[in-house]
Each structure stands twice: as C-alpha cells, then as structure tokens.
T-cell receptor, first 110, second 114 residues
Framework: DAKTTQPNSMESNEEEPVHLPCNHS???????IHWYRQLPSQGPEYVIHGLTSNVNNRMASLAIAEDRKSSTLILHRATLRDAAVYYC???????????FGKGTKLTVNP | DAGVIQSPRHEVTEMGQEVTLRCKPI?????LFWYRQTMMRGLELLIY????????DSGMPEDRFSAKMPNASFSTLKIQPSEPRDSAVYFC????????????FGPGTRLTVT
C-alpha cells in the first residue's frame, strides 16, 4: 500500500517552474519521502528524498509541509526532457522496500 | 561506471516456454530488486535480495516464478512455464543497502509471451 496520493497528470510549459504535489496524511515519524521519475521507455530514476527539512539538489527541490502530511516536488525550469511519470513514495526508514503508486504523468509543452 | 545491466532487452516467446531474465547489479551494491511493470498493475516489487540472500519474495506471483542470486554480481528471474499474462517489462534495481535506499534501475526487459 503506497499510502500517497498524487494527481494523475499535470501539464507545464517549457522553462516554467513545475510544482508536483503529494499527499501522505498517514505518514509516520520515521518515513522518508522519496521521489523517483520514469522517462518513457526507461527504468525509474531517483530524483530526491527528505525527512523533515526542505531539500535541494541539482535536479529538483523538495518542500515538505511542517506537519509532514504533504510535500511538493519543484522543478525550477521544466524542459522537454522532464516529461515523465513522477512517483512520490513513502519509505520506511530502515526498510529497503519501495512501494510505487501510479504517479503523476507530467507533460511539458514547448 | 556501468549502471545496472539487464539482458535480454527484449524477449518474445511462446506460451509454455521457459524464460530467463538476467541482471548484473552495480559493483559494490549489496541489495538487488526485481520489479514487474504492466499498464494495469503499475510497478510491483517481486522479490529482493540482500547479500545474495532472498529477503522478501511476497510479491512473486506464483510458483512459476523463481529468482536466484548465486553471487554478488549476478541474478536471474525465471518463469517456467510462461503464460501470456506474464507479458510485462521486468526491471532490476540495486542499492547500497538499508541506510541508503536510493535504488538504481536497469533499462528493463520487455517480455512478450504469445
């Protein structure tokens, strides 16, 4: 049971920021939030993860709500290559298993 | 560095035949995962190994499926006999272990059973 809720699809324009939401209202204190994405005809790839604080890396930023019941993946400037399915995953700290839901299919318009 | 390597990339077989999918994890990784992806069911974890030992095979659909990891650099997923409903993309992923749960996925094997 993935226990996260994401919109089925979103659209964005190239070079504009994208905010991908995720609800995880039943998250426990030790669950990390992981984001993966899957480009067409490829395997999933890791994007970012966090526990409580906001996180930044070269690919994206992760904003986690103070109550940890939701988070947002931020792509600062979408490119056509960012068109993919984005998965938000609750990951139990200390467990190796990731449970993938349906994700959000992001379409980037030129 | 080579990533996770899977072979074959595509496999077409007839119902009833044995199918063997292969995976080479990233060198130094000690956990390996097998996933199956279909349009209907999405991405499902079938089985995972830690230090070559199967830890959780609760996702293996039935006895027709078996997986082995004879050493740290090789794993197989076997389906015998294959059925049309086994048609899917099968992914292998590897990771350094519990405290660093970032999984690195291979390109997948697209299996078609006719």
């Amino acid at each position: 049971d993935a226990k996260t809720t994401q919109p089925n699809s979103m659209e964005s324009n190239e070079e504009e920021p994208v905010h991908l939401p995720c609800n995880h209202s039943t998250i426990s204190g030790t669950d990390y939030i992981h984001w993966y994405r899957q480009l067409p005809s490829q395997g999933p790839e890791y994007v970012i993860h966090g526990l409580t604080s906001n996180v930044n890396n070269r690919m994206a930023s992760l904003a986690i709500a103070e109550d940890r019941k939701s988070s947002t993946l931020i792509l600062h400037r979408a490119t056509l290559r960012d068109a993919a399915v984005y998965y938000c995953i609750r990951h139990q700290g200390g467990s190796e298993k990731l449970v993938f839901g349906k994700g959000t299919k992001l379409t980037v318009n030129p | 560095d080579a990533g996770v390597i899977q072979s074959p990339r595509h496999e077409v077989t007839e119902m009833g035949q044995e199918v063997t999918l292969r995976c080479k994890p990233i060198s130094g990784h000690n956990s390996l995962f097998w996933y199956r992806q279909t349009m209907m069911r999405g991405l499902e974890l079938l089985i995972y190994f830690n230090n070559n030992v199967p830890i959780d095979d609760s996702g293996m659909p039935e006895d027709r499926f078996s997986a082995k990891m004879p050493n740290a650099s090789f794993s197989t997923l076997k389906i015998q006999p294959s059925e049309p409903r086994d048609s899917a993309v099968y992914f292998c992923a590897s990771t350094l272990g519990r405290l660093r749960a970032v999984q690195y996925f291979g390109p997948g094997t697209r299996l078609t059973v006719t």
